[in-house]
């Protein structure tokens, strides 16, 4: 009997911003998925401004960190591209990440970004510099979430 194959879905917080106060928080540390499948990813955040973009970015085992999708604070559509698709809660500061038919290709790291903006930043052309703070994936040989040996 084939074993199904299985996505390993690594999640992690990135924040991206000016000097507002914020906050980006992940809870799922890893997740096993069957090919296939629809994946959720959920993130919450916190912020002290009304116009943000919230952002997810995709870092497989390569190394090289490639954007998802974006979703603005403003716009009254939930964003979607390609498999991806995103589902904001203003109310509860949530956004969640959906990544529908899973690929082995999806097996990787996922990193929700918050990038806060004024209307005078972006026209002046403001750059915003990234800071990253990155949660270890489970150790080799154990299972997500509980760190027992598979």
Known sequence: MVLPRLLKLVTVSVWLGSSFAQNVTQAQP?????????????CSY???TGSYDLLWYKQPSSGE??????????S?????KGRYSVNLQKASKSIQLVIS???LGDSAVY?????EGTVGGLLEGG????????RQPPAVGTKA????PR
């Open 76 to 80: 009254q559509q939930n964003a979607t």
């Open 145 to 148: 979430g509980n760190g027992h």
């Open 111 to 115: 990193f929700c970004a918050l990038r």
């Open 101 to 103: 038919a899973s690929q």
């Open 127 to 134: 750059a915003q510099k990234p800071r990253v703070c990155l």
């Open 46 to 48: 916190d912020t002290s």
């Open 30 to 42: 890893a997740m096993w998925v069957q090919e296939k499948e629809a994946v959720s990813l959920l």
């Open 65 to 74: 960190m490639d954007f998802l999708i974006l979703q603005n604070s403003y």
